[in-house]
Nanobody
Framework: QVQLVESGGGSVQAGGSLLLSCAAS????????MGWFRQAPGKEREFVAA????????YYADSVKGRFTISKDNAYNTGYLEMNSLKPEDTAVYYC?????????????????WGQGTQVTVSS
């Protein structure tokens, strides 16, 4: 398995931006597809975005499409989630996840490695 560590969370006002990073170690990140999920208090973990192993395909939840961008730099073993035009409803703990294989996935159980999460709080 690959070990994942998220960073970049914080507090921001509505309309602001944040860049989340996901640093991978332990295995070659280029052999993994990656996803971002989030979990708000009292809610289930939900899919946010996913990217294929070499970054050719990306997928987004409808709620973030056009505002968030997922990317993956295999040379630096790091994945990113750029979040713009943030809304209070984006407040959650954000998790990055990795799965062996080429294709991305939108379902949490298809991922075998998870980070510890980073808090994102958006105030109105």
């Amino acid at each position: 398995q690959v070990q994942l560590v998220e960073s970049g969370g914080g507090s921001v006002q509505a309309g602001g931006s944040l860049l989340l990073s996901c640093a991978a170690s332990g295995r070659t990140f280029s052999t993994y597809a990656m996803g971002w999920f989030r979990q708000a208090p009292g809610k289930e973990r939900e899919f946010v975005a996913a990217i294929s192993r070499i970054g050719g395909n990306t997928y987004y939840a409808d709620s973030v499409k056009g505002r968030f961008t997922i990317s993956k730099d295999n040379a630096y073993n790091t994945g990113y989630l750029e979040m713009n035009s943030l809304k209070p409803e984006d407040t959650a703990v954000y998790y990055c996840a990795a799965r062996r294989g080429f294709t991305a996935a939108v379902i949490a159980y298809e991922y075998d490695s998870w980070g510890q999460g980073t808090q994102v709080t958006v105030s109105s």
